[in-house]
């Protein structure tokens, strides 16, 4: 073979050999970046998760408010006293029960529309125990809504049923009704409002303004970031407004509206 074929050939198998590592180091590069950018996507969703779980570990802890299991033993004991066996018994029947429920749901990220209703039921039936006829409650569910085929996210409600009873009707001279409603909406958007005729935001702030009542972080404000993160894991979308009634109407009270609709169904 003539010297200058020999030559032009070698040069061929340097190029293609150049041209081969050239691409099996763009390979590697790009397996590089890619595993990085995995890696940086699972670290963002781990510490996403662990906020989440954070979050969720502090709505649990602001839905068992030590002030609700006190006053639920004092109105126990004061059955007791007063020989009333039969509602002694009954209230810690209840008490028991609702307790039960709380770390049952706690322990999922999700539970039916049927359980949560029946957590509020159980919540509700025990303050009405405490007012007495103080307070009156109803349970509005739209007939279309199937409670055992609908989900969301697990307690989310009982911190609003809480405030409308202990910061609206509580403060309010004679009686009080919380209404909570279930409705559905277009594109499976289920539209919940709980509202109560007590004496409404602006006048329960003053209170607590009044009383120097501390500044821990409260039940509403770990709902919100509960939401937030529920809201930033693009699972749910969630709207949360909550107005004072006498903003919007000549009543008193506070009026709370959650949308709700699971992204992944």
């Known amino acids: 073979m003539p010297q200058t074929k020999i030559d032009l050939y070698i040069y ?6 150049a041209i081969v590592v050239a691409v099996i180091l763009l390979f590697a590069v790009f397996l590089i970046q890619k595993n990085k950018l ?3 996507k699972l670290k963002t969703q781990l510490e996403f998760q662990k906020k989440l779980y954070q979050s969720e570990l502090s709505a649990l802890r602001g839905q068992l408010n030590p002030h609700f299991i006190h006053n639920s ?7 007791i006293q007063r020989n009333e066996v039969s509602l002694s018994e009954n209230y810690l029947s209840k008490l028991s029960k609702l ?3 709380f770390f049952e749901y706690s322990r999922k990220q999700t539970i039916s529309l049927a359980d949560e209703i029946n957590l509020l039921n159980n919540y509700l039936e025990i303050e009405k125990m405490r007012f007495e006829d103080k307070l009156n409650y109803t349970i509005h569910v739209d007939k279309s809504l199937d409670e055992e085929d609908i989900f969301l996210p697990s307690m989310i ?3 609003i049923v809480e405030n409308a009873v202990n910061h609206g009707v509580f403060h309010k001279k004679g009686n009080g009704t919380v209404t909570i409603s279930f409705l559905e909406q277009n594109n499976n958007m289920l539209a919940i409002t709980v509202e109560d005729d007590g004496v409404g935001i602006d006048q329960v702030l003053q209170f607590q303004k009044n009383n120097r009542k501390d500044m821990r972080v ?3 404000q770990v709902l919100k970031e509960r939401l937030l993160m529920l809201k930033e894991s693009k699972l749910w979308d969630i709207e949360y407004n909550i107005i004072d009634k006498a903003e919007i109407t000549s009543s008193t009270g506070t009026l709370v509206t959650l949308f709700i609709k699971n992204l992944v169904v």
């Open 99 to 101: 307790l039960r429920l």
């Open 73 to 79: 033993i004092n109105a126990i004991q004061y059955y």
């Open 157 to 159: 409600l009982q911190p």
């Open 38 to 40: 995995v890696n940086e």
């Open 12 to 17: 061929l198998v340097f190029i293609a050999i």
């Open 218 to 220: 409260s039940s509403s």
